[in-house]
């Protein structure tokens, strides 16, 4: 195999694999702002308290979705570099 390209299964397996971490993060950031929501409406938190924390559930999801993206394209990597 030339080292300088990729074959089409690996830019395949990439693909896959960006499309897999985007999607997860989207469901983990959406998750984690889902939750900042229902505590807002669970504890009745009213006035501006409402939008810091609902500003604060929309940060921390999406810093959780970034991590997972970065996380599993890193995986992959090590994977890779390993021969798997």
């Not at 924390?53 to 570099?81: E, I, K, Y």
Request: hydrophobic fraction near 50%; aromatic fraction near 6%; proline fraction near 1%.
């Amino acid at each position: 195999m030339d080292m300088g390209r990729e074959s089409r299964w690996e830019k395949d397996a990439m693909t896959v694999e960006i499309v897999f971490a985007l999607v997860t993060a989207t469901v983990l950031g959406a998750a984690v702002f889902a939750l900042s929501f229902a505590l807002t409406l669970a504890l009745g938190v009213t006035g501006p308290a409402r939008g810091h924390t609902l500003t604060g559930g929309a940060l921390l999801g999406a810093a959780a979705g970034v991590s997972r993206v970065v996380r599993v394209l890193r995986r992959f990597d090590a994977r890779r570099r390993q021969g798997h």
